[in-house]
């Protein structure tokens, strides 16, 4: 159980780059970081136009100063100051995670970096070999990650309660762009565009999430090829999809798919992911993730609820309020930015980090799924073997 102490000896100094007024997830990183007292936000070049940053800073009380006209000259002083930051969060369009990925790393900072990490395989693991190199954590907010049934799944995935694994069912399918809303919408235009958004769009923008969480529940399944069809029913939208079905198999003789779309008319959110093993299912979906269901073939059905008892010790470890009341995405983004900063201090201290966050190498891996999945869509949704 949380009660928000200190887990970290003193809160990281940390920055953010982009995540300004009216961006959409700049303030759940805020609020994860600040949540626990791990991080302190000191510093931040928060928006494409500095003035507008500088005046959004000040209004969350970082010192005039350090509200910088851009990422360069942020971590330029940042590093003449003896408190200068030691970590850095990016929320920025895809399109400039690399390269300031990249320059914070060189200047020796820690980083969070909002998915995907890069645009190609090449980038990704340049950014991997170097975060190494540089002994610091690269972390990648995949947020629902951090919610505690989550690592419930893969308890009792791990307790081979499912027996072998057959099927992976994932899908992150809303409703909300079914109509040209980028015509209106600044952080939408951004996203269909593939100079800012990358090879595609809601293969990366959403289908990696589920894929993520997938990965944290079955960590020894890796994919052995795929086929994935996608389409542009905006045909605004070309080349980029706003909706895509990838299949896939994997080495142990799963199968599974992922629905990828941002015109399944009427949903929130419909992330879910579901795995089905020989004896047993479970299913877990972002908009009531309290609950996770536990079917065992011939049995009445489990709704196994956050906070209580017969959980496992660590799901429960991230635990904030006890059954009952909801946690969600909040506490679940909190729970990553605290796996984050004890992560970055162990790596500081030279200690080995023996715990699951998405790391450097899940980025990668982010990276790469689109990569093949867009490879297979444009030769017409052939199988590929996955590269
Ligand atoms: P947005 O367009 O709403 O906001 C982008 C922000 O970045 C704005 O404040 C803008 O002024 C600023 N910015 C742009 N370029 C900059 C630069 N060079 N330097 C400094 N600031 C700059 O975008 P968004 O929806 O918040 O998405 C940002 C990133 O977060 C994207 O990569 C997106 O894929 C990701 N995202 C992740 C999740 C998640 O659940 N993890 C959810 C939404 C968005």
Redesign the pocket.
Request: without cysteine; aromatic residues 12%.
């Given at each position: 159980m949380l009660y928000g102490e200190k887990r970290v000896e003193k809160p990281i100094r940390w920055a953010m780059?982009?995540?300004?007024?009216?961006?959409?997830?700049?303030y759940?990183h805020r609020s994860a970081a600040l949540r626990d007292f791990s991080f302190e936000l000191v510093a931040g070049?928060?928006?494409?136009?500095p003035e507008?940053?500088k005046e959004?800073g000040k209004n969350l009380h970082v010192a005039e100063d350090r509200c910088y006209p851009?990422?360069k000259t942020m971590f330029c002083e940042e590093a003449k100051r003896e408190d200068g930051i030691q970590a850095v969060s990016?929320?920025?369009?895809?399109g400039?995670?690399y390269e300031?990925t990249k320059a914070a790393l060189e200047a020796g900072l820690h980083v969070v970096c909002?998915?995907?990490l890069c645009f190609t395989i090449e980038q990704a693991e340049e950014l991997a070999y170097l975060a190494k190199k540089q002994k610091k954590v690269v972390g990648?907010?995949?947020?629902?990650a951090g919610h505690q049934m989550i690592e419930e799944a893969r308890q009792l995935i791990k307790a081979g309660k499912l027996g072998d694994i057959r099927i992976v069912m994932l899908q992150f399918a809303h409703g909300f762009h079914n109509v040209a809303v980028e015509k209106n919408t600044?952080?939408?235009?951004?996203?269909v565009n593939p100079k800012a958004?990358g090879p595609s769009y809601v293969l990366?923008?959403v289908g990696t999430?589920p894929l993520y969480l997938s990965e944290v529940m079955l960590p020894d399944m890796k994919i052995k090829r795929l086929m994935c069809s996608r389409q542009s029913f905006v045909k605004s939208r070309e080349p980029l999809e706003d909706n895509a079905m990838t299949l896939m198999e994997y080495d142990n003789g799963a199968i599974g798919y992922v629905w990828s779309s941002c015109v399944n008319c009427g949903s929130m959110h419909g992330q879910k992911v579901r795995i089905i093993g020989e004896k047993a299912s479970l299913e877990w979906w972002d908009e009531r993730p309290n609950q996770l269901t536990y079917e065992v073939q011939g049995e009445p059905v489990r709704i196994l609820e956050r906070g209580m008892g017969y959980l496992s010790e660590t799901a429960l470890a991230e635990d904030r309020i006890g059954g009952g009341h909801p946690e969600g995405?909040f506490e679940a983004w909190s729970n990553l930015y605290g796996r984050f900063a004890i992560a970055m201090e162990a790596m500081d201290k030279g200690e080995k980090v023996d715990f699951w966050y998405p790391n450097v190498d899940d980025g990668v891996q982010g990276v790469r799924w689109g990569e093949n999945c867009v490879r297979s869509a444009d030769q017409g949704a052939v199988w590929v073997d996955y590269e």
């Open positions: 780059v982009g995540g300004g007024l009216g961006s959409q997830i700049g759940i070049a928060f928006d494409i136009l507008r940053g959004f851009d990422y990016i929320a920025t369009p895809n400039t995670h300031i909002e998915k995907p990648i907010t995949y947020g629902y600044a952080s939408t235009k951004w996203r958004a990366g923008d999430h995405l």
